[in-house]
């Protein structure tokens, strides 16, 4: 199916519905896993909007992503817990480790790094969480050794 095809297939639900944005590009999303250049042109075609009506709304909201994402997700918490106890230095080291900020995908497309909230591990603070793997008590020195193995064997 090409992508054209996909897009009208969920966007269908939502055609002519203008207040329908944010659900038609959650779905564009989940379908796809990001939203292309083509999403964002398409979902205002269905919409009945402007692109920059569409791009506006999606930039707006952190969770809508423009690139693909990379073959393993590194999120490192942001929550209170992990942020008193070093979290924003393991972002800054892997940001300079990765060549990329927080929300990018390296150009190899092996990493994908983000913040997020706090997801209820804090007796484990600061955490990472590579892919469904949860790091806790993360160092610097440890969230590199980590990211080492994963770009050589996973
Ligand atoms: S603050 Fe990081 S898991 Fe709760």
Redesign the pocket.
Known sequence: MSLHEQLALVLAPYRGEKGATIPALQAVQKALGYLPEEAISETAKSLCLSENEIYGVATFYAHFRFEKEGEHMVRI?S????HVRGSPRIVETLEEKLGIHSGETTKDHKFSLERIA?????AL???MVVDKTIYGRMTTTKARQILDEYQDTK
């Open positions: 918490c929550g209170t817990a992990c706090c997801f209820g591990s804090c603070a600061p955490v």
